[in-house]
């Protein structure tokens, strides 16, 4: 029931008590202090009512056949929300006690004033309230928000946005692939955010960013003496994502040695400090991202074929910018809105369609995060409210994505393969459907020519 039809009407108590002329008493006071009170003289009769559209319980706790905690447990089973009150004498306080352990939410001992039991009511009738809101609230964040952040509608992005939706709710790694500057870190937000574990922690770190000595006590944390230095026992961010997600962003960066103990934790589920003896089993989720050709790496001998494995269960790409230029339109117009909030004193209003021509034919090699930044500085340091193209840099929007030539040294044949189907897949905006189609070849080898599945 919604906080709105509580407040619109007056709050339905059920009271459950087996001396009868005190259950209607309560009932006949409580009328008068605002309440709708049914009272019913047995358990039995009482547990039948359970199910229906009761905002509270108020239950005596010593009755025969059923006590109050029989009652407290089925109302709990059939609204988890609904406040239950639980009425006893004196001498069965610890009982009472109990109840409270068990989901109750007050206790009031015999005999009691009936505008004592009317302000009870009335606070867990309003924290009720407050958490079927919080309730609905967090349902909204997840189902609505948690992508709202992620701006396109290309078809490269919504495949990506379509897949973070489809493992959100799932336990297994997932892994960001895509260049630098793409949103890899606002995706891996969001698929916690749409998550379960939406409530609890999302912890990242960059591996390309902490120097390897660090990066493992940082990692798995450490214990009192376990180092020169460790003065004090340190709690990893394995640890601190417990029960949430952790985002090891540039995990292609990541040393051998720290990579086989990674590996532990995703096979076993446990971490141990640096310099403990003890384990401490885990519940956290495992998101990575990289920039790297990971499968190259491992042919290299620089990332475990084994933790790779482990990683690429679910594999995102996110496009870059130059495969979803039909989302530079919305793109430019948050991060102008975004920036003229960063700083108000700046003249600049909108940008001239000279100006959006360019940035049009800009190729964007840092991609969303070079987008940003280039509106920033125009904001910045432009002194009119439109923004003309003379205000770019003079070699801004040059270039162009070229086709493969046929110049300079002999290259492989699977090479030249390779580069065209790269550069077809960029003509095409990403769509790799159809990048298979114009090449008239099947997706799983146009995957093969670029790389993202290893040769036979």
Known sequence: MSSRNVAARRPRVLIVDDDIVLAETLADELATDGFDAVHVGSSRDGARLLGDDFDAVVTDLRMPSLDGLGILALSRTAAPDRPVIVMTAFSAVETAVESIRQGAYHYLTKPFKVDELAIFLGRALAEASLRREATTLRRALRDSSSLAAVIGESAAMREACHL????????????????????KGLLAHALHQTSRRAAQAFVTINCAAVPEQLLESELFGHVRGAFTGAMAHRTGLLEEANGGTLFLDEIGEMPMALQAKLLHVLERGVVRAVGSDKEKHLDVRIVAATHRDLRKQVADGQFREDLLFRLDIVTIDVPPLRRRKEDLPALLGHFLEQARAKHPHSPVRRLAPATVERLFAHTWP????????????????????????EDLPPSFGAEAPAAPEFSGPVQPLHELERRYAQWALDQLGGRKMMTAERLEIDRKTLARLLGEVPKP
């Open 164 to 183: 973070v939706k489809r493992v959100a709710d799932a336990a297994t790694p997932v892994l960001f692939s895509g260049e630098t500057g793409t949103g």
């Open 366 to 389: 840092g991609n969303v995060r070079e987008l940003a930044n280039v509106v920033e500085r125009l904001v910045l340091l432009c002194g009119t409210e439109v923004v003309g193209s």
